[in-house]
């Protein structure tokens, strides 16, 4: 056995860096954390105490004071899956819903949300043997990570694979409104002042629009043996 590392994964919204992520992260037997829900709990946090205008703004006066009684955390399911908890509470159902969606570029947009969120994750990976995804992970939370891959694929494709995820859950949308929510996502994630989604200069690029997820799994299987292979 080699020493473990840390394995940064970011990318767009919707281009299958989760599923990518956690079925690498099952083969190596790495711990997986999806940065993505902690974003998506904090905002379904702010919903539920009315800290979102109806312009989609954030009530910053209220969220920024109430971010240390925010407690996020995982717990492993019977199966292997995880499910977010949000104050103790189980929300994995909820903060995949569009509406969370459609709100939550606006608060990971907010500086202080930001640092509360990225001190946790710099935590979680102490003891490396990690793999995370997200958006700033090889970039502001781990830059030193040993492993680093950057994910895309067309907008149209991600909008067709993030409508099979929710009719697979039975929740109703239309190809045309998640389409909109995925462009208007890549926008806000792009040109946010604080940490925006970019490539790192050392990241490896995948993009998967015509890849199965067996040839993703495989090319990042290779990548992990190529660099802990020493
Ligand atoms: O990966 P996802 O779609 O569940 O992420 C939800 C939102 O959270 C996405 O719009 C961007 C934001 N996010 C972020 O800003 N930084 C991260 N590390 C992960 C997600």
Redesign the pocket.
């Given at each position: 056995m080699g020493t473990s590392i840390i394995i940064a994964i970011?990318g767009y919204?919707?281009s299958g860096?989760?599923s990518m992520a956690r079925q690498l992260a099952a083969e190596i037997g790495y711990r997986y954390i999806?940065?993505?829900?902690?974003?998506?709990a904090v905002?379904l946090y702010a919903m539920r105490h009315n800290m979102i205008n109806s312009d989609g703004s954030v009530v910053t006066e209220l969220l920024i004071p109430a971010l240390p009684s925010i407690h996020i955390d995982f717990s492993v399911n019977g199966d292997g899956t995880q499910s977010t908890m949000l104050n103790g509470e189980n929300v994995e159902r909820e903060?995949?819903s569009l509406d969370v969606?459609g709100h939550?570029?606006q608060?990971?947009?907010v500086p202080a949300v930001?640092h509360a969120?990225?001190a946790m994750?710099k935590d979680m990976g102490t003891g490396k043997g990690i793999v995370?995804?997200?958006?700033?992970?090889g970039t502001?939370?781990f830059p030193e990570a040993e492993m680093k891959v950057f994910v895309t694929a067309s907008p149209e494709e991600r909008a067709r694979r993030r409508l099979a995820e929710l009719q697979a859950k039975g929740v109703e949308a239309t190809y045309e409104e998640i389409l909109e929510n995925v462009t208007q996502?890549d926008h806000?994630?792009r040109t946010?002042a604080e940490?925006p989604?970019r490539q790192a200069d050392d990241a490896v690029l995948l993009d998967n629009t015509t890849m199965t997820l067996e040839q993703q799994n495989q090319f990042l299987l290779n990548l992990y043996n190529k660099i802990t292979r020493k």
């Open positions: 970011d919204s919707s860096k989760s999806d940065s993505g829900a902690m974003y998506r905002t903060i995949r969606s939550v570029s608060v990971a947009a930001r969120l990225v994750q995370m995804d997200g958006r700033d992970i502001t939370v996502r806000i994630d946010r940490s989604l």
